[in-house]
């Protein structure tokens, strides 16, 4: 199994940062703008998420997952799974205070191989490249 390991320092509070990755409505302004998602969220261990493009290359592209802890505003981790595959990965935020800012580390780990590890790490930096702008 490999992992993947993303650290951005990101210009806002931790639980600015929390919000993002916690409320369905922010999610929907970064994670996939472009293609319209619907997003749910319950927001607790055990609890589930489900993010769905509506707008997307298929009927049901989405992913949809777990949460396995949910520690705010520091630690959110939750299982990854997308719509129709088999293979469930896990994901770990950590946030983390830094002066005015958040250093925010994600951990993506249990990919069956580097290819599937390099594809979820394009994506991701994508997806957190569009963050800052609704952090600020």
């Not at 939750?78 to 925010?104: C, K, S, Y």
């Amino acid at each position: 199994m490999t992992k993947l390991e993303i650290t951005r320092t990101l210009a806002a509070a931790p639980e600015r940062v929390w919000r993002a990755f916690t409320d369905p409505v922010a999610l929907t302004e970064w994670f996939w703008p472009h293609l319209a998602a619907e997003i749910e969220v319950d927001l607790r261990v055990g609890g589930s998420f489900r993010i769905t493009a509506t707008n997307g290359p298929a009927d049901d592209f989405g992913v949809s997952g777990e949460y396995v802890s949910v520690e705010p505003p520091h630690r959110l981790a939750f299982t990854w799974r997308w719509h129709g595959e088999p293979e469930e990965t896990l994901v770990t935020i950590g946030l983390a205070a830094a002066a005015d800012n958040t250093v925010l580390t994600l951990v993506h780990e249990r990919f069956a191989d580097e290819a599937a590890r390099d594809a979820h790490a394009q994506g991701w930096h994508d997806c957190l490249d569009r963050l800052p702008t609704v952090l600020s």
